[in-house]
């Protein structure tokens, strides 16, 4: 069989390639992204980025209805918008096998939080839940999912973490049947698919939301037989009282810790919820103390808490719950350090870690050099800082300009918040001018609808788009606004003036890179009553460097230390990382590695030392 | 036998290129690999870390255990401080002597240490180590993204697992065509830098 050193999020595709998925929708977001870009390869599956998550798993339903096999892929975050779907296609249950991808990111290295979709999704959805700990094992239960969404009529979920989806390994490759994707074909079901509040005459009048609620919840006894058997729960004997539960990619910190000590502890290895009661009473019965490691909140550890209560077991058990950290990525020293605390005697060979002596400065990311943002940014800071206005951001390479050193946008919470929350404050009487700044790809996704509330409203305030025609901070996902879809075919691509005139906007269209007008065209903008959409429109640097693209004529700058009187303006201001300071000259230098002579400091340094 | 490797860097620098040929090289050896890397907000400046796992036995988990790693590529200055912590007592460490400040160190809210201090930073940690100029190699060859390629051959001199002949043949398989003859080159400069 072939083997191929693959990227996790390329092995989940595979997996739902081989199960025969005809459809496949997803928004970009780190860490899913790459699985959604691995379908283009195979021929027969539809695969599209959709406007938002909430759309994809939509479109993935339709399809399942239909029955094919359909899969919708997103991170966390984006599982949260399309909560309202989820918490109606969990009661009417599906017809294909349908599969969601619910990438979580513990730490936060590439997000807003670091939430647990399992609470959603499980907790609160009572779906299936599939959690890998390993690429190898995310991809077989893909393939397990399809089987058992069509078992069970509902849709599987599939839960993996950052260090799943991001490891690289060594992937068997089954067999691929193009053949499989045949066509759909609808069947209705009306009993079903029309959640409505209708009474049900079978089951005495009840609305056939309760009738299908009833058949949700019966649904639970059978999914925890099914846990029972499933290959991805399973008992490693071994000695003592203490048991260690390893739920998804936690079992594999407790593999690695293993082998830093001489004891074997027994180990239930867990990747299904609903939990299989059965097995893990059977391993709790004879222990006094059970660990289980979990990404990222007590969400086994409290099932088994209940099991033990309802069973009356008076095994200890720890974890998440404040045993060892409530917050951030496990790790090997954090699963290590749980195990000498329930055990001191414990002889650990533990790791000779020597930090450096000195103190290593945090790096914290900005826009790339070059990039069309800040010289945006740089501009939106003027105009605000003149008419001293309030700027809400929203998500994208953009939300950077509130770090330091530009600190100018004051809020960033989630996909499209910043146009309805400077409404909200223009509403609360905020005496202050009120700016929103959003992306192409975020507008496309749900900031439209904050922007068509903002002119129903008659709200106040200035609305920046910063329009690179791609979905950048995830690495380049074109949208409706790019003008060709994930396959690079031309597609219809949304007129962003057409648009702002349909909503009752006034437009306004400018370069970024061209400074003196776009100031200009944001300080009359701010000075106008109503709605206001400033269209700043450049492609993605970076983007447009790996296709050879040239944004600008290069133009090589270099400081003349004559007039340079390091008044900091073009660090604190515009910041790019090309301008170094030397503190001990009181400088400024271009780092001429780096730099990609786009020009733009020689603009704007006030003294005319850059040229 | 096992080879963890780090290799530390800032976005851009090419460490997911480096990352591949060494897992690739592992592979094709008929070694467990097993990596992975922090990206995401790569591309804006911020840290890249890769871990690739080597070993005959098992690998469970992708992130290489603070202390234990063998093998520290520190792409930046900085970078390679912030990981020195990841070497075992045995491990070494590759220092290309490039420096990319931070936003807090050009604020002045932060020092960025200078090339002296770092170097002697990372020797005070006990662990055995080599400073290059894979980055000024690179751009004397004709462009800074080669500096991966240039720390690869380099990493082929000091350490006898690496293969120089396979191991600039996957350098030249795994490049995209046109900087097949560029990063060949890259690699074989990096190799006479020590």
């Known amino acids: 069989m072939e083997k191929k050193y693959i990227m996790g999020n390329a092995a989940i595709a595979r997996g739902a390639a081989e199960s025969g998925v005809k459809v496949a929708a997803g928004y970009p977001g780190t860490p899913a992204t790459e699985i959604l870009e691995g379908f283009v390869e195979y021929p027969g599956i539809h695969a599209e980025w959709s406007c938002n998550e909430k759309v994809a798993l939509e479109v993935a339903l339709g399809a399942s209805l239909d029955n094919v096999r359909a899969i919708a892929v997103m991170k966390h975050n984006g599982t949260n918008v399309s909560t309202d779907i989820l918490m109606h296609l969990n009661y009417t249950g599906v017809a294909g096998g349908l599969v969601l991808i619910s990438a979580d990111d513990p ?442 693209v040239e944004l600008f004529k290069p133009l090589e700058v270099k400081v003349d230390e004559e007039k340079c009187n390091g008044c900091m303006i073009c660090i604190n201001d515009f910041g790019c990382p090309a301008l170094v300071y030397e503190k001990h000259q009181k400088k400024v230098h271009i780092d001429s590695l780096s730099c990609v002579k786009c020009g733009l400091c020689a603009e704007i340094c006030k003294r005319g030392a850059i040229g | 036998m096992k080879k963890d490797i780090v290799i530390a860097g800032v976005g851009g620098q090419g460490n997911l290129f480096a990352s591949n040929v060494l897992s690739q090289f592992a592979i094709n050896k008929g070694f467990e690999v097993l990596g992975t890397e922090t990206i995401g907000a790569a591309q804006r400046g911020g840290s890249v870390v890769s871990h690739i796992r080597i070993s005959d036995m098992p690998v469970f988990s992708p992130l290489i255990p603070r202390g234990s790693a063998d093998v520290l590529i520190g792409m930046e200055g900085l970078e390679l401080l912030r990981n020195m912590g990841m070497l075992n007592e045995g491990g070494y460490y590759i220092l290309n002597l490039y420096f990319v400040p931070t936003v807090y160190s050009n604020l002045g809210i932060d020092s960025y240490p200078s090339k002296d201090e770092i170097i002697s930073a990372a020797k005070r940690t006990g662990r055995n180590g080599y400073e290059i100029e894979a980055t000024h190699k690179a751009a004397e060859l004709g462009s800074t993204q080669m500096t991966n390629v240039v720390l690869l051959g380099a990493l082929a001199k000091l350490d006898g697992f690496f293969e120089f002949e396979s191991m600039r043949d996957l350098v030249k398989l795994l490049s995209p065509q046109k900087f097949q003859e560029k990063n060949m080159l890259g690699f074989e400069n990096g190799y006479k830098l020590i």
Not at chain 1, 112 to 120: A, M, P
Not at chain 1, 260 to 283: M, Q
Not at chain 1, 419 to 431: D, L, R, V, Y
Not at chain 1, 445 to 466: E, F
Request: hydrophobic share 35%; charged share 25%.
């Open chain 1, 107 to 548: 730490g936060g290295l590439s997000s807003q939080n670091e939430e647990d979709s399992r609470i959603l999704v499980h907790t609160y959805a009572n779906l299936p839940v599939l959690d890998p700990c390993s690429a190898a094992e995310a991809k077989a239960m893909v393939k397990e999912a399809f089987e058992l969404s069509e078992q069970t009529q509902m849709c599987f979920v599939i839960r993996p973490v950052m260090r799943v989806c991001h490891s690289r390994s060594l992937i068997e490759f089954e067999d691929y049947d193009p053949a499989r994707f045949t066509g759909g074909k609808w069947r209705d079901d009306r009993e079903r698919y029309i959640m409505s509040a209708v009474e049900v005459r079978e089951l005495g009048g009840i609305k056939r939301p309760q009738a299908r609620h009833r058949w949700l919840n019966n649904k639970y006894s059978e999914l925890m037989a099914l846990g029972e058997d499933s290959p991805f729960n399973s008992i490693e004997e071994g000695e003592g009282d203490i048991g260690l539960v390893g739920c998804g990619i936690g079992y594999t910190y407790i593999k690695e810790a293993a082998t830093r000590f001489s004891k074997r502890y027994p180990i239930l290895k867990l990747g299904t919820l609903p939990i299989p009661e059965k097995k893990a009473l059977a391993f709790m019965k004879d222990k006094k103390e059970i660990i289980v490691f979990e990404e990222i909140e007590p969400v086994v550890e409290n099932l088994l808490k209940q099991l033990c209560q309802e069973n009356g077991l008076s095994v200890k058990i720890h974890g998440r719950s404040g045993f060892y950290p409530s917050d951030g990525e496990l790790t090997v020293r954090m699963v290590l350090e749980a195990i000498k605390k329930a055990n001191r005697e414990l002889k650990v060979d533990d790791f000779n870690s020597t930090e450096v002596d000195i103190e290593v400065p945090v790096r914290t990311r900005t826009q790339c050099i070059g990039c069309a943002h800040r010289a945006l940014l740089y501009n939106i800071k003027r105009v605000a800082r003149a008419k001293k206005g309030i700027v809400f951001g929203d998500i994208g390479c953009h939300d950077a300009g509130s770090f330091k050193p530009m600190e100018l946008q004051s809020t960033i919470y989630c996909m499209g918040s910043s146009i309805p929350m400077a409404t909200g404050a223009f509403f609360a009487g905020e005496s202050k001018p009120v700016f929103s700044m959003v992306g192409d790809s975020t507008l496309f996704h749900l900031g439209i609808n904050g922007l068509i509330n903002a002119a129903y409203q008659k709200s106040n305030q200035v609305v920046i788009l910063g329009d690179n025609s791609t979905t950048a901070m995830t690495g380049f996902q074109p949208h409706a606004g790019s003008g060709v879809n994930l396959y690079d075919e031309i597609v219809p691509k949304v007129d962003l003036d057409k648009l702002g005139e349909a909503i009752g906007v006034r437009v306004y269209r400018i370069d970024p890179y061209d400074l003196k007008t776009t100031y200009e065209t944001l300080k009359k903008a701010a000075e106008e009553e109503g709605v206001t959409l400033v269209i700043a429109s450049k492609p993605c640097f970076l983007m447009a460097s790996r296709q050879e």
